[in-house]
Nanobody, 120 residues
Framework: QVQLVESGGGLVQPGGSLRLSCAAS????????MSWYRQAPGKQRELVAS???????SYVDSVKGRFTISRNNAKNTVYLQMNSLKPEDTAVYYC??????????????WGQGTQVTVSS
């Protein structure tokens, strides 16, 4: 069974920091592009950050310089370090795994999400 389990969400004040973790099981983790998406109430889900199997990263403009995505393949875990948090960062954050494999084709998996609330 494939599972992506997020943790680390919670309530934080503006300017604060939070680190999200996503532990994957049931997949060859090192072969997947891992991403964090977020969805605020009434808004579409947006891609926040991605990291490739080789460590290349990308970010949505609104979080550049504040968020850092990383991965530890030995632990099958991807992280999102969120610094200088703003109220507009409030959302449910979802872990996402993608692979276009030679044998299985496209594989996409989602975590259940973890709530991040930035408020004073």
């Amino acid at each position: 069974q494939v599972q992506l389990v997020e943790s680390g969400g919670g309530l934080v004040q503006p300017g604060g920091s939070l680190r999200l973790s996503c532990a994957a099981s049931g997949i060859a983790f090192s072969l997947y592009v891992m991403s964090w998406y977020r969805q605020a109430p009434g808004k579409q889900r947006e891609l926040v950050a991605s990291i490739t199997s080789s460590g290349g990263t990308s970010y949505v403009d609104s979080v550049k310089g504040r968020f850092t995505i990383s991965r530890n393949n030995a632990k099958n875990t991807v992280y999102l370090q969120m610094n200088s948090l703003k109220p507009e960062d409030t959302a449910v954050y979802y872990c996402h795994a993608f692979r276009a494999g030679y044998i299985k084709g496209v594989e996409i998996y989602w975590g259940q999400g973890t709530q991040v609330t930035v408020s004073s």
